[in-house]
C-alpha cells in the first residue's frame, strides 16, 4: 500500500532532523579537533579525532532512530494544542531519558575503540562511572536538549507558516516577486452566520477550529498548501503540476467531504450540527513575493484569486457544493472520476469578463452505467492515469 503524501512529508523531516543533527555534531567533533581539546570523556586521557567522529556517528544514528520519529509523529501533533512551554517541558524529559540510554552504549564504543577495554572489564566500568557523574554527561544533556528544543520549535514555527514557506523565507526565494502557475481552491462553511448564533462565539470559534484540523489531512494528503484562513473560509493552493496530477486539487474536495461524513457523529455531539461547505476552483497565472517587515509572510496576487473568490460565491446561486472554471478543466487530464455539468458562461460579480463554469460530482457509476442526468463524464485519459 503506498504511503500517504503527509506521511511522506514526516518521514522527510525525519530524515531532514536526522540530517541537521549530524551536521551539528560533526561541527562539533571538527572545532574540538581543530583547537585540540578534549571530548571530556572522564578518564580518556588522549584525543581521537577519528574515534571521536566514529562515536558521534554511532550516538547520532540511535539517537536520531529514537528522538526524531517520537518528535514529527507523536509530540509534535499531540501537543499541538498545548502551549509551547508545555511540549519543551515534555520534549526535556522525554530527552533526557533518551540521552542517558545512548550515552552508555556511545562511551562503551568509546572507550573500547581508544583502549582496546574488554567489555566487562572493571576499568571500563570506572570509567562509566565517571562520566555518569561527571560534568561531560551534564554537558551533553545541555546541549542536545537545546538542539532538541529548537528542532521542536522550527517544526511549529514550519507548521505556522505552511508547508515549504519558512524554508523559502530563509532562502529568500520570494524576495524579489516571482510569476507562478498555481491552482486555488476557496472553502469556506455555509450557513456561518446562523451557526454562529445559534452556537455563541466561542463554541462557533472551536467548530471552525475543528473544522480547519479535520480537513487539513485530505488536503495534505493530495498536496494541497493551505494559503490562510479568512474568517470561516479557508484558501487552498497547488503548484500547477501536483493539483493537476491525478486531479488532486479535485479530489482533495471530495476526500475532505468523505472525512466530515465519517466524522458526523463527533459533530453532531459536541455541536448539534455537521458543517456543510461549498468550494470554488479556478487557476492561472499569480505573483507571488515576500512582504512585511516585522511578520514576514509570502503571498500570491492576481485576478485568479479573486476570480476563485467569486466562482465560489456563485456555489449558492448554482444550488452546488463544488464549481470548477472551464479553465481549470481543460488543463485536467482525468479518467471517470468525475462528471461535469456545464453552465455555461456566468457573469461573475465585479468581473468584466464571464466566466465559463462547471458543476462537479465524483462518479459513483461505471462508464457502461447510465450517469446522472444533464452531467458529462470526462473521458480525458493521460498515461499517468492509466498507469
Not at 518521514?11 to 579537533?33: D, G, K, P, R, T
Not at 578534549?38 to 571521536?52: H, P, R
Not at 456543510?276 to 484569486?305: M, P, Q, R
Request: with cysteine.
Amino acid at each position: 500500500m503506498p504511503l500517504s503524501n503527509a506521511v511522506k512529508i514526516k518521514i522527510s523531516q525525519v530524515f531532514y532532523i536526522a540530517l541537521s543533527w549530524l551536521v551539528v555534531s560533526m561541527l562539533i567533533v571538527l572545532q574540538e579537533y581543530l583547537f585540540q581539546s578534549e571530548l571530556k570523556f572522564s578518564g580518556i586521557e588522549n584525543y581521537s579525532g577519528a574515534t571521536t567522529a566514529l562515536t558521534t556517528l554511532f550516538a547520532v544514528f540511535i539517537a536520531s532512530l529514537l528522538a526524531a520519529p517520537f518528535i514529527v509523529f507523536y509530540l509534535k501533533d499531540r501537543f499541538k494544542s498545548k502551549p509551547l512551554w508545555f511540549s519543551l517541558l515534555f520534549n526535556t524529559i522525554i530527552f533526557v531519558i533518551i540521552i542517558t540510554l545512548v550515552s552508555l552504549p556511545a562511551l562503551i564504543f568509546y572507550n573500547f575503540l581508544s583502549t582496546n577495554l574488554t567489555l566487562n572489564g572493571p576499568m571500563l566500568l570506572t570509567k562509566v562511572w565517571l562520566f555518569y557523574t561527571g560534568p561531560a554527561y551534564l554537558s551533553i544533556l545541555l546541549n542536545w536538549t537545546i538542539l532538541s528544543s529548537l528542532t521542536l520549535i522550527v517544526l511549529q514555527i514550519n507548521d505556522k507558516y505552511g508547508q515549504g514557506v519558512l524554508w523559502n523565507l530563509l532562502k529568500g526565494k520570494y524576495h524579489k516577486p516571482k510569476q507562478e502557475e498555481r491552482i486555488f481552491m476557496f472553502l469556506d462553511i455555509t450557513s456561518s452566520t446562523a451557526i454562529a448564533e445559534e452556537l455563541g462565539n466561542i463554541r462557533y470559534f472551536e467548530l471552525l477550529s475543528s473544522f480547519f484540523q479535520d480537513i487539513t489531512k485530505p488536503i495534505i494528503k493530495n498536496y494541497g498548501e493551505i494559503y490562510q484562513y479568512v474568517g470561516d473560509e479557508i484558501v487552498v493552493s497547488w503548484k500547477m503540476a501536483q493539483g493537476l496530477r491525478q486531479a488532486h486539487c479535485l479530489q482533495c474536495f471530495f476526500d475532505i467531504q468523505e472525512t466530515i461524513e465519517m466524522l458526523s457523529t463527533k459533530y453532531m455531539e459536541q455541536y448539534g450540527l455537521v458543517p456543510g461547505y461549498k468550494a470554488g476552483l479556478h487557476c492561472g497565472e499569480v505573483t507571488v513575493g515576500e512582504v512585511g517587515t516585522i511578520k514576514k509572510d509570502i503571498i500570491f496576487s492576481g485576478d485568479v484569486l479573486n476570480t476563485t473568490s467569486r466562482i465560489q460565491d456563485a456555489c449558492k446561486r448554482f444550488d452546488s457544493n463544488l464549481l470548477i472554471s472551464q479553465e481549470l478543466i481543460d488543463r485536467l487530464k482525468v479518467c471517470n472520476t468525475f462528471i461535469f455539468k456545464e453552465i455555461g458562461a456566468i457573469q461573475l460579480r465585479g468581473k468584466l469578463q464571464p466566466v465559463n463554469l462547471s458543476i462537479v460530482k465524483k462518479n459513483v457509476v461505471t462508464p457502461t452505467q447510465v450517469s446522472n442526468k444533464g452531467f458529462k463524464t470526462s473521458t480525458r485519459f493521460s498515461e499517468t492515469n492509466r498507469s
